[in-house]
């Protein structure tokens, strides 16, 4: 089945630990981005990229990285400057604009601080 | 830039009837799309219903169907023959349209209603 993978499902963060949080989609889509979810906050976009080796920022990037070195996976990085990490990370793609433009999301992985 | 505003935080319906959430966005876009997610306690994201701004029929899709109001800038979703799998934060959300230029693959969120459905 086509979709979206995100792995882990719960990751755990130590103070001063840099992360990755995996995304892997099989949909054969070009873009891909990087949203994050606190509780009253809504959706706001981290990273997204609409190519491989190319990538631009969100709304929210300080603290975090991104790469984009195959057309399946787009693995995002919380370093240890994003100094509120706590959050669920949800990861989604989209067809390219002209075909049905609309976002496919991952399950979400749920990162917590130790 | 792009907002959106949901300006119910919590909803609540009664089984089997009605219920209309409502969103209003701004955007000096004339063209553009604009969606309705559902997120249930799983947290997966799920489309709803999608509309384009340039086609004057609005969306349904079964018991979903929308009031795109575009001059008011509203979009609102109404849910008929509420079920208990509604339960869910539900959320609006607005994207350029591909002919805008720019960024426009981003899609911008409001903050969401908690609809609960009760039996």
């Known amino acids: 089945d086509g979709g979206i993978t995100q792995s882990p499902k719960y990751l755990f963060r130590k103070e001063g630990q840099n992360v990755t949080l995996s995304c892997e989609q099989n949909?054969?889509?070009?873009?891909m981005y990087w949203y994050r979810q606190d509780p009253g906050q809504g959706l706001r976009l981290i990273y997204y990229?609409?190519?491989?080796?190319?990538?631009q920022k969100g709304d929210i990037a300080e603290g975090y990285s991104v790469s984009r070195e195959k057309k399946e996976s787009f693995p995002l990085t919380v370093t240890s400057a994003q100094k509120n990490p706590t959050a669920f990370y949800l990861c989604?793609?989209?067809?390219?604009?002209?075909?049905?433009?609309?976002?496919?999301f991952g399950s979400g992985t749920q990162l917590s601080v130790l | 830039a792009q907002t959106v505003t949901q300006s119910q935080p919590e909803m609540s319906v009664q089984e089997a009837e009605t219920v209309t959430l409502s969103c209003t966005y701004d955007?000096?876009?004339?063209?553009?799309?604009l969606f309705w997610y559902k997120q249930p306690p799983s947290r997966q994201m799920i489309l709803v219903i999608r509309?384009?701004?340039?086609?004057?029929q609005n969306a349904t899709e079964n018991r979903f169907s929308v009031n795109f109001q575009k001059a008011a800038k509203s979009f609102s979703l109404k849910i008929s023959d509420s079920q208990l799998g509604d339960t869910a934060m539900y959320f609006c959300?607005?994207?350029?349209?591909?002919?805008?230029?720019?960024?426009?693959?981003?899609?911008?969120f409001g903050k969401g209603t908690l609809l609960t459905v009760n039996p």
């Open positions: 990229s609409q190519i491989v080796n190319d990538f």
């Open positions: 959300a607005f994207m350029k349209h591909r002919n805008s230029g720019g960024s426009n693959y981003k899609l911008t």
């Open positions: 949909l054969n889509h070009d873009a």
């Open positions: 989604a793609s989209s067809a390219p604009q002209g075909t049905n433009e609309k976002l496919f």
């Open positions: 509309q384009e701004a340039y086609k004057q």
């Open positions: 955007t000096s876009e004339n063209n553009y799309y």
